[in-house]
Antibody, heavy 125, light 110 residues
Framework: QVQLQESGPGLVKPSGTLSLSCDVSGDSISSYNWWSWVRQPPGKGLEWIGE???????SNNPSLKTRVSISVDKSKNHFSLELTSMTAADTAVYYC??????????????????WGQGTQVTVSS | SSELTQDPAVSVALGQTVRITCQGD??????ASWLQQKPGQAPLLVIYGKNNRPSGIPDRFSGSTSGNTASLTITGAQAEDEADYYCNSRDSSGSHPHVLFGGGTKLTVL
């Protein structure tokens, strides 16, 4: 059974940088899966941040532009998120997730199969 | 870029059938998946692909897509189905492929 666990500071100062890690157990970070970050501001819906494959290939939410950096550490079997220039609007619960992709008879299939429990990040001085 | 649109709230009487919809141009090219989220919990996958349920998800949950609209149907809704439901799909409009989430639908079981 795959488990994902986010870790990082719960409080970040305005204009600072958020650094979060997601530890993966029960699966190899080098498996045929993508690894993603999603956030949820208080009382609001889910927002995709970005994703990474073990080769280092990444894709990010265009709305976050160059603020996002996602990396993978195969030796630790975890992946990480850095989000720069933090503001109050970045206050949210941050989730990491395992994403499966494949093709079947119906075409391309992609889904967020497993999620971490989430970690609250507050931006405040 | 594209977006996925969901009704903010839907209600259903206990034991009745409810359909939650998700509209977006990306659904013409990519399949939708559906997530259930209860207060204070992480999202849980309930439907993916054409109409697949992960292990442990009751068969009262089903999915379908027609044109640009994906639907999640709960046949015989139970009290424990009261939750927020989010659709998501990939989107290849714009310069880079990315992931979309719908705004979510709050389901109330009466």
């Amino acid at each position: 059974q795959v488990q994902l666990q986010e870790s990082g500071p719960g409080l970040v100062k305005p204009s600072g940088t958020l650094s979060l890690s997601c530890d993966v157990s029960g699966d190899s970070i080098s498996s045929y899966n993508w690894w993603s970050w999603v956030r949820q501001p208080p009382g609001k819906g889910l927002e995709w941040i970005g994703e990474i494959y073990h080769t280092g290939s990444t894709s990010n939410n265009p709305s976050l532009k160059t603020r996002v950096s996602i990396s993978v550490d195969k030796s630790k079997n975890h992946f990480s998120l850095e989000l720069t220039s933090m503001t109050a609007a970045d206050t949210a619960v941050y989730y990491c997730a395992r994403v499966k992709r494949y093709y079947d008879s119906s075409g391309y299939v992609e889904y967020f199969q497993d999620w971490g429990q989430g970690t609250q990040v507050t931006v405040s001085s | 870029s594209s977006e996925l649109t969901q009704d903010p709230a839907v209600s259903v009487a206990l034991g009745q059938t409810v359909r939650i919809t998700c509209q977006g141009d990306s659904l013409r090219s990519y399949s939708a998946s559906w997530l259930q989220q209860k207060p204070g919990q992480a999202p849980l996958l309930v439907i993916y692909g054409k109409n697949n349920r992960p292990s442990g998800i009751p068969d009262r949950f089903s999915g379908s897509t027609s044109g640009n609209t994906a639907s999640l149907t709960i046949t015989g809704a139970q009290a424990e189905d009261e939750a927020d439901y989010y659709c998501n799909s990939r989107d290849s409009s714009g310069s880079h492929p990315h992931v979309l989430f719908g705004g979510g639908t709050k389901l109330t079981v009466l």
